[in-house]
């Protein structure tokens, strides 16, 4: 047997009692991600860690910093004592996170809790070359992380591109073709002194939605961003989905076969019908005001005949995508980020009456929300990240 296969051995039937003991404390780290705040029992349970381990493990855990007891959550009780849940405690840390846009980057430290601390932006035009950038992003990245009071445990970047597992060079990026080529991911871990971990931006808003957010206890739903660009995070029984490290490209699935021409080379992608940049090119058509900088919200509060029309359109597209996407993927709740966000109820209520229209009787009919958190997910996306790298080490 070699030593890989020796290695295989012990880490599926024959552990040792240490390592059964380590695997139990993963194992439990890992639940509370799904549960959320809970008891004893309830992660006992989910963990399938035995009931009558479950009290030194996680005394343990609480001894080393990686859980602490909150207070009960229906305060004092006269019928006994209330169970305290358990969620995580300081040694999980803070993390530093980064999100890149076409026109901007944010960056906050965010705690084991998924609060966001000392959120900042800066600003760069999306002509913008890639010095400039790169200047925005480490100078912004480099501030927060050295203002931190607490020890950072990693630094993650959430951003538009796909880059080189092995030199983290970035092979592409739709929205900021001035990136590619380009050493950023690199020089901004050596500049920061931090581990760095990477993500697809629409993979981060399903990662954090998942984690903190609004799809807490949601195993199976879709975080899409509808912005210059077209995205998904796909999470699948509570994993997100992915092909050897990569996520679909749902923005470039073909829905109009004699359509504009798309970025990609292909025409007619659902990008070139439902992102911000078509919704501009029509309001121009249409002879609206301020068309180059339009919003959904701007259209909806335009409320003319046309805009009217526009905002139905709009509406229509995004919905044929979505409906394409519960009968491929199976997945039938969304969350929507990005600018579309911005177009509020009478946006959100033109989208649902398409989605019905668009899906047949026997076929589940997609739900559909703006998310509250919008871009903040993709933050918390980005710093689960290196808080799990965390736990795995525990
Ligand atoms: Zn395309």
Redesign the pocket.
């Known amino acids: 047997m070699t030593a890989s296969g020796i290695e295989r051995g012990l880490s599926t039937g024959l552990l040792t009692v240490s390592q059964i003991g380590a695997s139990n404390r993963v194992g439990l780290l890992h639940s509370l991600v799904r549960l959320g705040p809970a008891s004893r029992s309830d992660l006992a349970r989910l963990a399938k860690v035995p009931r009558g381990s479950i009290a030194p493990i996680v005394t343990g855990l609480i001894e080393d910093g990686f859980l602490v007891e909150l207070e009960p959550a229906n305060g004092p009780s006269k019928m006994g004592k209330p169970s305290r849940p358990l969620w995580f405690g300081p040694r999980v840390g803070h993390s530093c996170s980064l999100r890149v846009e076409a026109t901007g980057v944010d960056c906050a430290r965010v705690d084991q809790r998924g609060q966001v601390h000392d959120l900042r932006r800066a600003d760069f035009p999306s002509d913008a070359s890639a010095a400039v950038i790169e200047s925005a992003v480490l100078s912004l990245a480099e501030t927060v992380a050295g203002r931190s009071p607490e020890p950072l445990t990693g630094l993650g970047l959430a951003w538009p591109a796909v880059w080189d597992p092995v030199d983290w060079t970035v092979l592409s990026c739709t929205p900021i073709p001035a990136l590619v080529g380009s050493g950023l991911a690199r020089r901004l871990g050596q500049a920061c002194g931090l581990d760095l971990f990477l993500e697809d931006d629409a993979r981060a808003l399903a990662i954090g939605q998942r984690w903190f957010g609004e799809a807490r206890d949601l195993d199976n739903f879709s975080a899409v961003q509808i912005s210059t660009g077209i995205g998904a995070g796909l999470m699948v029984d509570g994993k997100l989905f992915s092909v050897e490290g990569r996520s679909p490209e749902v923005?470039?699935m073909v829905v109009d076969l004699d359509g504009a021409p798309?970025?990609?080379?292909?025409s007619g992608?659902w990008?070139?019908l439902a992102a911000l940049g078509w919704l501009r090119q029509e309001a121009r058509r249409l002879g609206l005001p301020q068309w180059e900088t339009a919003l959904p919200g701007d259209i909806v509060a335009w409320s003319s005949p046309a805009a009217d029309q526009l905002l139905d359109s709009y509406a229509r597209n995004i919905a044929i995508g979505l409906v394409n996407l519960a009968n491929t993927v199976g997945l039938h709740r969304f969350l929507l980020h990005g600018e579309v966000v911005s177009g509020g109820e009478p946006l959100l209520r033109l989208l649902r009456r398409h989605i019905g229209a668009q899906t047949t009787w026997s076929e589940t009919k997609p739900t559909v929300e703006f998310s509250e958190l919008n871009q903040t997910a993709a933050l918390l996306g980005a710093a689960v990240i290196p808080l799990v790298h965390t736990i795995e080490r525990a």
């Open positions: 923005g470039h798309c970025r990609c080379g292909r992608c990008e070139t």
